[in-house]
């Protein structure tokens, strides 16, 4: 074997050693952040972005999304916040990627998902919060509503929960009551 053969095949094997360690670690890591009642699901989708025109228009990255043994599918969202529990936001945004792929698709995706969180300290201990998502006709109503906020036709509600004004950028502009 000539020497520089040699160093082709020496560069082919670091190549499949470094491909084979990359694919160790991101296995681990998702084994590491996945959900319990997924222990025997495919992983099918991670960061994938989908996106619909009809019923309403709508871009959705999804972190994970699983195959169940029955066919359907289930999403997972991944947090690192400080607060070890989901936000009514994670599950609209859930909800929109559910509506995305179904229409996108064709596949059923169950209507319950996961939203995972990673506290900033703890470097290894992912826990997995199970929500119920919005229904399509509840999701194209809180778009609607949206847009009609925006474009000023409708008047804003004061957030559900008063917790949620702390630290709201616009509380010194807003007329809710204390
Ligand atoms: S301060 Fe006003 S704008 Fe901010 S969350 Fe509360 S109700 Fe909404």
Same mark, same amino acid.
């Given at each position: 074997?000539?020497?520089s053969?040699?160093?082709?095949l020496?560069g082919?094997v670091?190549?499949?050693?470094l491909?084979?360690?990359?694919r160790?670690?991101l296995? #681990?890591? @998702? ?10 699901? @495919? ?9 619909i025109?009809?019923p ?14 029955g066919? #359907?599918?289930v ?8 607060q070890?529990?989901p ?7 859930? #909800? ?5 792929? @179904?229409?996108q ?26 929500v ?7 999701l ?10 925006l474009?000023?036709?409708?008047d ?23």
């Amino acid at each position: 074997m000539t020497s520089s053969a040699v160093y082709v095949l020496a560069g082919l094997v670091l190549v499949l050693w470094l491909v084979r360690r990359w694919r160790c670690r991101l296995g #681990s890591g @998702e084994r590491a952040s996945r959900p319990r009642e997924l222990a025997n699901a @495919e992983l099918i989708y991670m960061e994938k972005l989908f996106r619909i025109e009809e019923p309403i228009r709508l871009v959705a990255k999804v972190d994970r999304v699983y195959r169940l043994p029955g066919g #359907s599918l289930v999403l997972v969202e991944l947090k690192t916040r400080r607060q070890d529990r989901p936000y009514l936001t994670d599950i609209i945004q859930l #909800s929109a990627q559910r509506v995305a792929i @179904e229409h996108q698709t064709g596949e059923v995706v169950e209507p319950v998902a996961f939203v995972t969180v990673l506290g900033p300290t703890s470097r290894r201990r992912w826990q997995s919060h199970q929500v119920r998502l919005l229904d399509e006709g509840q999701l194209i109503a809180l778009a609607q509503r949206r847009r009609a906020t925006l474009a000023l036709r409708t008047d804003p509600a004061y957030a559900t929960l008063v917790r949620a004004c702390v630290g709201c950028a616009f509380r010194a502009r807003c007329d809710r009551p204390e």
